[in-house]
Each structure stands twice: as structure tokens, then as C-alpha cells.
């Protein structure tokens, strides 16, 4: 069989590789792509993580900010959210750490931001989110 290019036909290459490593051949591995692609996976989750938190956010900020919009779209969105959120946690637990990261929650909370500024044309949302993630997470509570 004639070894896939990864830059040329991924999938063909992530087929041999499994191959490669179901028979042994682990000499034949090509270890530096299956590594970033190992890393990839985690860069993933990470991503859904922030897109939701985003979502979320950004959907507390519209109701929090334009009381008189608030909608039954917008709550399911939110309640959407925060179980899309619970479910990524409880299947990779790992990215709990995330949301104590400071780095993350700022990058989060700017995406958050310019969500609900194209949503709502306000644009004086806080700098920083003024809420706990206990609060944010929690199904019951709203802004």
C-alpha cells in the first residue's frame, strides 16, 4: 500500500495510520502528525466550550439589557446552552479548568460582547463578565 500524503488526502492518512498501528508497524507512524492531530482533538472541545459560553453570554446579556425584548426563544436558547455546557463537561471533565482560566474567559467574554452588539446594536456591555460561572450555569437563574 502506498503511504498517504496528510497534507494531500487526510483522511486516506488517518485510515493508514490506524492501520499502521492495529498491525504493529509502529516504525512506519507518522508520530509528528498524529501527535497535532492528537492535540487538535483537545483544541476542539475547547472551541465548542467557548462557542457555547459565547452563545450563552451573550443571550444573558440581551436579556439582562433589553427587558422588554425577552423572549421564549431567547430562554431556550440560554437553557440550550447551559446543557450543551454540562454535557461538553461531563464528557471531557478536563475543560472545567477552563472556566477558571482568566485568558479564556476574557477571549469568551469578548466574543460574547460582539455577539449581543450585532444582536441588539447596544454597545456599552461591562468590560469584564459580572457574573459567577455558578450563576451563569445554573438552569434556574437569570440576569
Known amino acids: ?11 486516506a492518512w488517518a485510515n493508514e495510520q ?5 498491525v504493529g508497524l509502529f516504525s512506519q507512524l507518522d508520530i509528528e502528525h ?6 487538535d482533538v483537545g483544541k476542539s ?7 457555547r459560553m459565547a452563545v450563552l453570554l451573550a ?6 439589557h433589553q427587558p422588554k425584548r425577552q423572549s421564549n426563544s431567547w430562554r431556550r436558547t440560554i437553557k440550550e446552552q447551559r446543557n450543551a455546557i454540562a454535557i461538553c463537561i461531563k464528557k471531557t471533565p478536563s475543560l472545567r479548568s ?6 479564556w474567559w476574557s477571549s469568551v467574554w469578548s466574543d460574547a460582547v460582539a455577539k449581543a452588539s450585532e444582536d441588539t446594536g447596544l454597545e456599552d456591555f461591562p468590560e469584564s463578565c459580572p457574573w459567577k460561572i455558578d450563576m451563569i450555569l445554573d438552569p434556574t437563574w437569570l440576569p
Do not use: P, T, V
Open 18 to 22: 490506524a492501520r499502521l498501528l492495529r
Open 59 to 64: 443571550h444573558l446579556l440581551k436579556w439582562h
Open 98 to 103: 477552563e472556566l477558571g482560566d482568566a485568558d
Open 45 to 51: 472541545e475547547r472551541r465548542e466550550l467557548a462557542s
Open 1 to 11: 500500500m502506498a503511504a498517504s500524503n496528510y497534507d494531500s488526502d487526510i483522511i
Open 34 to 39: 498524529i501527535a497535532e492531530e492528537i492535540e
